[in-house]
């Protein structure tokens, strides 16, 4: 082998020294290696899983978000339309108030104009009696009982059309 170049005891030497490094590396370097790697990959592990639910969480807070917000939204429309059906139930109850009111003025200024018209009519007939006695008086010429003629007067005018209006 000498021919070739190769040292046979120097072959087997470094052999021997391979496997006492291989033996060495594999007995004292390469657990704490493996372990500093499994440490790492577990690390790696926990952060991928705390990544994926603080995302999952935040998707879950977004959503709870948006549900707060549509029902803060379905909240403002049902007082707006509560305030619009208090609105019109408020308008349509001072229409209605005023409108009997209106009626109960007009109810009075009717019975006001009726005893107004009732009393002109009265004022008028005792005006007319006074009128008619004092003219029979003077035609006659002499003093004649006031209240029999008045009442003689009203009869006749309570059974002509001036009296019945």
Not at 27 to 49: A, C, G, H
Not at 52 to 57: L, P
Request: aromatic fraction near 4%.
């Amino acid at each position: 082998m000498d021919k070739l170049g190769i040292n046979l005891p120097g072959l087997i030497a470094q052999f021997l020294n391979f496997g006492i490094l291989l033996f060495i590396l594999w007995r004292f370097v390469l657990p704490p290696v493996r372990r500093m790697l499994d440490e790492r990959r577990q690390r790696i592990q926990e952060s991928l899983e705390a990544a994926e639910r603080m995302r999952a969480q935040a998707t879950e807070t977004e959503r709870m978000l948006e549900e707060q917000r549509e029902e803060g939204r379905r909240q403002a429309q049902q007082i707006i339309g509560q305030s619009q059906e208090i609105a019109r139930r408020i308008e349509a109850e001072a229409r209605t108030e005023a409108q009997r009111q209106a009626e109960a003025l007009i109810v009075r200024a009717r019975t006001e104009i009726q005893l107004e018209r009732d009393g002109a009519i009265a004022e008028l007939r005792r005006e007319f009696a006074d009128i008619t006695v004092s003219a029979a008086e003077k035609v006659i010429n002499q003093s004649l009982d006031r209240n029999a003629h008045r009442r003689l007067i009203d009869d006749v005018l309570a059974s002509s059309d001036l009296g019945g209006r």
